[in-house]
Nanobody, 126 residues
């Protein structure tokens, strides 16, 4: 079955960096889009970054452009989110998700992604 396992969350001071990993299994990775989403307390879940694994296209939320980078390691079927210049407002639970059969430009619409990981907490202190 489809499995997505996030890791790499933690606590960091503002200006610091973290790298999240999402290890995947149980589906044809090369046909998918992978996305990173986050949900802060009291807020709706929002898309952060997504990647078309086969096509390579990426999309980022305006709030993270220039600071976050989504990437892939196809040998490991793993997707990463490198987060630099972290801000307190980046504090949230971060989830990876997959759209199993993705064509074209990936989206940041959570309804497009059918499978989700369990989430990993990122806390940024000022």
């Amino acid at each position: 079955q489809v499995q997505l396992v996030e890791s790499g969350g933690g606590s960091v001071q503002a200006g610091g960096s973290l790298r999240l990993s999402c290890a995947t299994s149980g589906f044809t990775y090369s046909r998918s889009c992978m996305g990173w989403f986050r949900q802060a307390p009291g807020k709706e879940r929002e898309g952060v970054a997504s990647l078309n694994i086969g096509g390579g296209g990426t999309v980022y939320a305006d709030s993270v452009k220039g600071r976050f980078t989504i990437s892939q390691d196809n040998a490991k079927n793993t997707v990463y989110l490198q987060m630099n210049s972290l801000k307190p407002e980046d504090t949230a639970i971060y989830y990876c998700a997959t759209d199993l059969f993705c064509v074209g430009t990936p989206t940041l619409v959570d309804g497009d992604f059918g499978y989700w990981g369990q989430g990993t907490q990122v806390t940024v202190s000022s």
